[in-house]
T-cell receptor
């Protein structure tokens, strides 16, 4: 969901369950998308990326789905673990601009219940 | 693998003083680096693009005279917050990419916490 004011959307899941974090991106020209995990007080950590010529990409325990029609991105985490607790951001990039600058989504806080 | 390093990780300065934050690419050269600012419980917002050997490009609403950026070499960009005020207290993060050589992977530094008192 969308954040209101300074409050990040929060997703609470039971340890072992699957998590799905959603993101709506803004630029229809964006062709590169990345999911980052950010733990408290640290910089963003790369999780997985996907280019616009794909609609699904899988990594270790993570899957990213891209729906360009509705400009929607999702991150699925299988068998969620306590160490997955963090804030997750999606980011978009338009590689045609020749730049590596990213536009970040609002973020979702994932809390894993042991 | 490629690493981007920031220094200092935490800094406290008095209101009205200036503070410099460094961003280094440790094992690759980066003609472009990016500076982001993140307030608590908010997302990262791009402040400026640091260009080696030329002037930085600032995003709308970011004061270039307050946030001085110098990209003097292919491995170092610095952000200087001048005449700092408490509202400048934030988490500052830089990013860089080795370019096509690494599949255009974008790396982030660990961030620098600035507290202005």
């Amino acid at each position: 969901g969308e954040s209101v004011g300074l409050h990040l959307p929060t997703l609470s899941v039971q340890e072992g369950d699957n998590s799905i974090i959603n993101c709506a991106y803004s630029n229809s020209a964006s062709d590169y998308f990345i999911w980052y995990k950010q733990e408290s007080g640290k910089g963003p950590q790369f999780i997985i990326d996907i280019r616009s010529n794909m609609d699904k990409r899988q990594g270790q325990r993570v899957t990213v789905l891209l729906n360009k029609t509705v400009k929607h991105l999702s991150l699925q985490i299988a068998a969620t673990q306590p160490g997955d607790s963090a804030v997750y951001f999606c980011a978009e990039n338009y590689s045609g601009a020749g730049s590596y600058q990213l536009t970040f989504g609002k973020g979702t806080k994932l809390s894993v219940i042991p | 693998g490629a690493v981007v390093s920031q220094h200092p990780s935490r800094v406290i300065c008095k209101s009205g003083t200036s503070v410099k934050i460094e961003c280094r690419s440790l094992d690759f050269q980066a003609t472009t680096m990016f500076w982001y600012r993140q307030f608590p419980k908010q997302s990262l917002m791009l402040m400026a693009t640091s260009n080696e050997g030329s002037k930085a490009t600032y995003e709308q609403g970011v004061e270039k005279d307050k946030f001085l950026i110098n990209h003097a070499s292919l491995t170092l960009s610095t952000l200087t917050v001048t005449s700092a005020h408490p509202e400048d207290s934030s988490f500052y993060i830089c990013s860089a990419s080795p370019g096509a050589f690494s599949g255009n992977t974008i790396y982030f530094g660990e961030g620098s916490w600035l507290t202005v008192v």
